[in-house]
């Protein structure tokens, strides 16, 4: 069985060849330098590129994994949520090769790719559900934090997610603050990595309530109001880095604690994690420390699949279809606000 699948959610054009849970290609082409001068991804832009990018993109992963077109067994893409125009490129570009092949397509939910995407590991990477048990899920990227509960494969609930800015979002806006590039996020992971986390204290929201929910605006605004009363800061070097592991810590301690409360509270002793933030070492680290001392195994996304990618899609297009979910039509349209369930 091998799939093409395609994801074009926001700001990269991705194109994976999975077959019998391997992938066998998954060729990325980002947009960060692009969008770099603007501190954010510019929408109309992201869709032009994704319009330049798709074909050369699909073709370099059918060369990659020695697939022609005719091979395929089904065509996959994100369905939503995402940027409008940025989604729509890859969606009818799927669903029109899905058509003229007669292929069964499948539009897949982007937080739902996530949940899986902690399994496709080993060299070839491999979907390994041999090994799949329950377990409590962190989602945490630019646009998206959320817990969800895991029973059982393509069974889950949403236990709780952000009411305001994500994690992401969070890293980013509080990085243009002190005046970093964008994206921050990992400007800030590198920086702290010299600075001490306790030098500043600033607010973890929502930490001590028995919600699930996230919320990051509060220290967002906090970073704000520190950085307009202690400009100085920003000129001394070690005490910004200082503050990038004060900001970095208060989002960790939320992510962390949050997590290991709710797996706790959901009875399962598996935890996994992903999205771009996951790539952020000293979240990688405090929540493999927090697992071992709760007695919990931990999955973490390769670095390879935690950003936006079409191989996860794949993965769990595959899943569906082996499961014998129906196809989605071929004349379906994107889901922009697209909840997960």
Same mark, same amino acid.
């Given at each position: 069985?091998?799939?093409?699948?395609?994801?074009?959610?926001?700001?990269?054009?991705?194109?994976?060849v999975?077959?019998?849970?391997?992938v066998?290609a998954n060729?990325v082409?980002?947009?960060?330098?692009?969008?770099e001068e603007y501190? $954010?991804v510019?929408?109309?832009?992201?869709?032009?590129?994704?319009?330049?990018n798709?074909?050369?993109?699909?073709?370099?992963?059918?060369?990659?994994? $020695?697939?022609?077109?005719?091979?395929l067994d089904?065509?996959?893409?994100?369905? !939503?949520?995402?940027?409008?125009?940025?989604l729509?490129i890859g969606?009818?570009a +799927?669903?029109?090769?899905?058509f003229?092949?007669e292929?069964?397509f499948? !539009?897949?939910?982007?937080h739902?790719a996530?949940?899986?995407s902690?399994?496709?590991s080993?060299?070839?990477?491999?979907?390994d559900?041999? +090994?799949?048990q329950?377990?409590v899920? *962190?989602?945490?990227s630019?646009?998206?934090?959320m817990?969800?509960l895991?029973?059982?494969?393509?069974k889950?609930?949403v236990l709780g997610?952000t009411v305001?800015d994500a994690?992401?979002e969070c890293f980013?806006?509080t $990085?243009k603050?002190? $005046?970093?590039?964008?994206p921050?996020?990992?400007v800030?992971?590198?920086?702290?990595?010299?600075?001490?986390?306790k030098?500043?204290?600033?607010p973890?929201?929502?930490?001590h309530t028995?919600?699930?929910?996230?919320s990051?605006?509060?220290?967002k605004?906090s970073?704000r109001?520190?950085v307009?009363?202690?400009?100085?800061?920003?000129?001394?070097d070690?005490?910004?880095r200082?503050?990038?592991?004060?900001v970095?810590?208060?989002?960790?301690?939320?992510?962390?604690?949050?997590?290991?409360?709710?797996?706790?509270?959901?009875?399962?002793?598996?935890?996994?994690?992903?999205g771009?933030?996951?790539?952020?070492?000293?979240?990688?680290?405090?929540?493999?420390?927090a697992?071992?001392?709760? !007695?919990?195994? *931990?999955r973490?996304?390769e670095k390879?699949f935690?950003?936006?990618?079409a191989?996860?899609?794949g993965?769990?297009?595959?899943?569906?279809l082996l499961r014998?979910?129906?196809?989605?039509s071929?004349?379906?349209?994107i889901?922009l606000?697209?909840?997960l369930?």
């Amino acid at each position: 069985m091998t799939l093409l699948a395609l994801e074009t959610s926001c700001d990269e054009t991705s194109a994976a060849v999975v077959r019998n849970g391997a992938v066998l290609a998954n060729v990325v082409s980002s947009q960060i330098k692009m969008h770099e001068e603007y501190g $954010g991804v510019v929408p109309e832009l992201a869709a032009r590129e994704h319009l330049r990018n798709l074909i050369p993109v699909v073709n370099a992963a059918l060369a990659e994994a $020695g697939v022609s077109m005719a091979q395929l067994d089904a065509i996959a893409a994100t369905q !939503g949520p995402g940027l409008p125009g940025a989604l729509m490129i890859g969606f009818k570009a +799927a669903q029109a090769a899905a058509f003229a092949l007669e292929k069964p397509f499948f !539009g897949i939910h982007h937080h739902e790719a996530h949940l899986y995407s902690p399994w496709i590991s080993g060299a070839p990477p491999r979907a390994d559900f041999a +090994a799949f048990q329950p377990n409590v899920s *962190l989602i945490v990227s630019g646009g998206h934090t959320m817990l969800v509960l895991v029973a059982a494969e393509l069974k889950h609930r949403v236990l709780g997610e952000t009411v305001d800015d994500a994690a992401g979002e969070c890293f980013d806006k509080t $990085g243009k603050l002190i $005046g970093l590039p964008y994206p921050a996020g990992p400007v800030i992971d590198r920086l702290a990595e010299h600075g001490n986390a306790k030098a500043y204290d600033f607010p973890r929201p929502l930490l001590h309530t028995d919600s699930d929910d996230f919320s990051f605006s509060g220290l967002k605004t906090s970073v704000r109001y520190f950085v307009r009363d202690h400009p100085d800061i920003l000129a001394d070097d070690q005490q910004n880095r200082d503050l990038c592991a004060s900001v970095q810590a208060a989002i960790v301690d939320v992510l962390v604690a949050k997590t290991i409360r709710a797996a706790k509270r959901s009875r399962v002793r598996c935890v996994t994690a992903s999205g771009g933030v996951i790539c952020n070492r000293s979240l990688r680290s405090e929540l493999a420390k927090a697992c071992a001392q709760a !007695g919990m195994t *931990l999955r973490l996304t390769e670095k390879t699949f935690s950003t936006d990618n079409a191989a996860m899609i794949g993965i769990l297009a595959e899943r569906k279809l082996l499961r014998q979910t129906a196809p989605t039509s071929c004349e379906a349209e994107i889901a922009l606000n697209w909840t997960l369930d």
